[in-house]
């Protein structure tokens, strides 16, 4: 971690492995460099891993501004690619709310409340289960 | 910059005038004089000069809209406030205003020799004064509002609760018009309560409601669009068929989101999406 | 009138979250709802990526206001970058020409309470975004 212009520089976000599926938690208000870093860092794992699910965990990110909403969009088409689902777990109500407003519809993410359920839901996908309750973006 | 000798004339009789028109607000509300106390209303009555006499000696106009009249227009407000607080009516509030006019226009008839200028003059102090004097009635209506929309909210938040039917459903019955306020909150409400009963199904039943308009669908759909981000899914239930041609005259577009004619419906379909079933004993 | 007065500098991209983090932290001490907190930080993200990528880098001034019976929170962005040819086009959502996905002029204009904007080419561009509380 260093600190520049007094802002807390996260050099790189932790990404942990859960089984098969990797779980990545955002908890820091990301500058663009690490919002890139995180996507490439993730597509390396999934590869590295042979991961066949991603969970995002953004229960404590208070805004979602267009590039964050990108960087996911990207993580889960780049994921797809690689044969892996992706959930976004957690988004607050203020800022889901605000995305929508800003028109950002997140397509083809999956998301669920929190990280249990996204578990499920990835477990679900894996096993071919139709899940009853989780449900993608068009 | 303005060539009115008002500025210099109000500001050089500070005091007479000043005193003249406590008096005379003080004769007004002899019967009030327990609610605003005579240092109170001095202090309000001095502060009025002082923001007149600044802000007609910068601005050329009328237009109490303009930056040389915030500092009064702040003043006034803060005025209006309290007495609305205080209970005062919304004329005796704008009389604080308008009684000024007595006291300066004597004032006035003595300073000017010449009938044009005195006239000119007079008249560019009334056009002043009624609009300022409106502004504060303005202020006060606002004021009123406010305090009617958050006793309207508070009525709302005990009437239209979010109810658990089942582990991770949730319904949401709404009852009575729907305005734009009350449907912003009311959605917030039923957010915030999908994260605290971490429930991923909720049915927004509007049986209730008697009329749609383009606005509250908008806000319906976005709730839907909000939940979804969240990872929960909601279903709108009770919708009548003249809701529904509403919805269609109106051309909103409800694309993907689940519709159920009543809310045992709905609640079947919730209860289906989770696997479960309600079986006779 | 304004109360309180924050200028920041935007030349590099850690300094779009520190317009986030002020514009947050003068819209709790302006006493915003955590809706309208959330609206206005998203906006501000938005146009402060802009000035810095579109715009060359420039300035941004984060303002308590209050204009009887207005009270809330004003932001300028400020460049002198190559400015915009077609504002029209540039306020149109999935417009973008930064490979982006062209939200961030229409979006921040449906965060906001009032939008405006000047922008000539060759001059640079300035937005000025408002929250007002309730």
């Known amino acids: ?138 | 910059m303005t060539t009115t000798r008002l500025p210099e004339i109000i500001s050089r009789n500070q005091e007479e005038l000043l005193n003249a028109w406590l008096r005379l607000q003080t004769e007004m509300f002899s019967a009030r004089r327990d609610r605003v106390s005579e240092s109170q209303l001095r202090a309000q009555s001095h502060n009025f000069l002082i923001a007149l006499i600044d802000a007609v000696s910068r601005s050329a106009g009328s237009d109490i809209g303009a930056t040389e009249w915030s500092g009064m227009r702040d003043l006034l407000s803060e005025l209006s406030r309290q007495r609305a607080a205080q209970g005062f009516s919304p004329r005796e509030t704008a009389t604080f205003v308008f009684s000024f006019k007595r006291p300066l226009f004597a004032l006035l008839r003595v300073e000017y020799t010449d009938h044009q200028a005195l006239a000119d003059d007079m008249w560019a102090a009334t056009e002043l004064l009624d609009k300022l004097g409106l502004y504060t009635i303005e202020i006060f209506q606002k004021t009123r509002e406010d305090v009617i929309m958050r006793q309207q909210q508070e009525m709302l938040e005990l009437s239209t609760p979010v109810v658990q039917l089942w582990h991770g459903i949730l319904a949401l019955p709404l009852i009575g018009t729907l305005d734009s306020a009350r449907t912003q909150i009311v959605m917030q409400n039923l957010l915030e309560a999908i994260v605290a009963k971490g429930a991923d199904l909720a049915i927004i039943d509007i049986t209730g409601v008697p009329t749609v308009d383009t606005l509250v669908a908008q806000h319906l759909l976005k709730t839907v669009a909000a939940a979804r981000l969240m990872g929960a899914e909601c279903i709108i239930s009770g919708i009548r068929p003249q809701i529904a041609q509403t919805i269609i005259h109106l051309g909103v577009d409800l694309g993907g989101v689940l519709t159920k004619a009543t809310f045992a419906d709905a609640f079947q379909l919730a209860l289906r999406k989770k696997s479960l079933a309600i079986a006779r004993a | 009138m304004v109360l309180k007065r924050v200028d920041l500098q935007i030349t590099a991209p850690e300094d779009v979250v520190v317009v986030r983090q002020t514009t947050r932290s003068l819209a709790v001490e302006a006493g915003l709802s955590l809706i309208d907190q959330t609206k206005i930080i998203t906006a501000a993200s938005e146009l402060a990526r802009n000035t810095l990528i579109h715009g060359g880098g420039g300035t941004a001034a984060v303002e308590i206001v209050r204009e009887s019976p207005k009270e809330g929170l004003r932001l300028t962005f400020e460049d002198k970058g190559p400015g915009i040819p077609d504002l029209e086009r540039a306020m149109q959502d999935g417009y973008s020409t930064g490979g982006g996905l062209g939200l961030g002029l229409g979006g921040s204009k449906r965060l906001s309470s009032e939008f405006r904007i000047q922008s000539k080419a060759g001059l640079g561009t300035r937005v000025v975004i408002a929250r007002w509380k309730g």
């Not at chain 1, 996507?39 to 999934?46: A, G």
């Not at chain 1, 066949?52 to 590039?67: K, N, Q």
């Not at chain 1, 996911?72 to 889901?96: F, H, K, W, Y």
């Open chain 1, 1 to 138: 971690m260093t600190i520049e212009k007094g802002v807390e520089v996260m050099d790189r976000i932790p990404i942990l492995k859960m089984g098969s599926f990797l779980l990545v938690t955002i908890q820091v208000d990301m500058h663009d460099q690490l919002a890139l870093a995180l996507q490439d860092d993730l597509t390396e794992r999934i590869v590295r891993d042979r991961a066949t699910g991603v969970l995002i965990d953004i229960s404590a990110l208070d805004i979602v501004d267009s590039f964050i909403g990108r960087m996911l969009g990207n993580i889960a088409s780049i994921a797809r690619i690689l044969d892996a689902e992706t959930v976004v777990v957690g988004m607050q109500p203020s800022v889901a709310i605000t995305l929508v407003e800003l028109g950002l519809s997140l397509p083809g993410i999956r998301t669920a409340l929190n990280i249990d359920r996204g578990m499920e839901l990835l477990r679900a996908a894996n096993s071919g289960v139709a899940a009853g309750d989780g449900f993608e973006e068009s």
